[in-house]
């Protein structure tokens, strides 16, 4: 059987496996073990393959990324965050959904995760906004939308896997490069809030916050905003690694709930249990979509799409637009750690190639990916946000439009314009 002919059933195979329901990290598994058996592989590749794709020490900062935010949610400071937006922007026309977006992107320097955004402060955003007078569709579209922002301004998951592929790029510019894109992506869809806000008359609080009630908000949120800024400015500057930094912010979220009197060994037990479910999850597709890059390099896959784009692909924007229609539709069927681990080893040299600096590469595709995961016919954040918000998954796909829209133009902007992903990053690394 010729290696053209192996490719297409192994592909054909996984698109089978994904489409019958069957988890990512086992289709992955399987249509890899098809691969093997197809090309003669030494089945002894297989566990090393598995071992060397998660013995990676920076993926540590995977956990206590996760850990660190969970500890400070066990503190109430999802609650803090929330009041703290409201009064800074709850008096605005479309006051509670600017309070949701905001919300999300201060989370979002905490956990670095789409799905710990949802599940936290979802719940609380959600109840907030349909007491407020919104209709409960549209808070979960906009949870589902604003949560996505998590894993694009730092600390970002997504970004540490993708620099971790690359091999040759700096978490701490890929943090830097995705705040100005994370900003922007955050003001597109309170743009659109306040647009359908006016339209359809939602409420607003009539009152402005004074600043006494200002400054008691910001005080109960000033323990996660010093989190926010030590985590950046210790990787930014040098002070840390990304992985020391981890432990730092975990370290640093304990004592915060413990001078809160919130934090017992139990419930630091059940955070330690949920944070290591969490990466456990990560993980084992890390290491399954490891053994997969091994066939995909073995059927020379990657070098048929390298000479296809340099072929008949004559700019880098070309070749960032194709990416971003390729990225979009896989972003709707696979979540980004594993779209990231099978495609960044294809697509990176040729990026390269094309002489697009690898921050801004790698913002794009991190965005691409987390806007795929709120765009139908799948979408894997309206999974965890139907479940969230109480409903129906048919209803979040007709909804979820406008906000995929305005994501969209955020990406088309951070695509077209370089300097929104690398201005930062050479502002503070030199360029």
Known sequence: MSIGVIALVVMGFFILVMFSGIPVGFGIGAASLLGFVLLDGDPSIIPQKLYSGADVYTYLCILLFILAADIMSIGGITYSLVRFCDALVGHVRGGLAHVNTLASMLFAGLSGSATADACGLGPIEIELMTKGGYPRDMSTCLTAATAIIGPIIPPSNIMIIFATCAGTVSIGRMFAGGIIPGVLLGVTYMIYCWYISKKNNYPKRERRSTLKELFNAAKETLPALIMVAMIFCFITFGVATATETAAIAVAYAIIVAVAKKSLSFKSFYRSCIRSAKSTATVMFIIAISNAMGWVITTMGISQVIQDF???????????????????????????????????????????????IDPVHFGVVVCLNLMIGNITPPVGMMLFVCSNVGKVELSVLYKKIWPFCIAAFVALFLTTMFDPLTEFLPNLLYGS
């Not at 070749?319 to 080893?345: E, Q, R, Y």
Request: aromatic fraction near 18%; charged fraction near 5%.
């Open 309 to 355: 784009f340099m072929t008949y692909v004559s700019s880098k924007y070309m070749f960032l637009i194709c990416v971003n229609i390729f990225l979009l539709i896989l972003g709707m069927f696979l979540d980004a750690s594993p779209a990231l681990l099978m495609t960044v080893p294809i697509l990176y040299p040729i990026a390269m190639a094309y002489g």
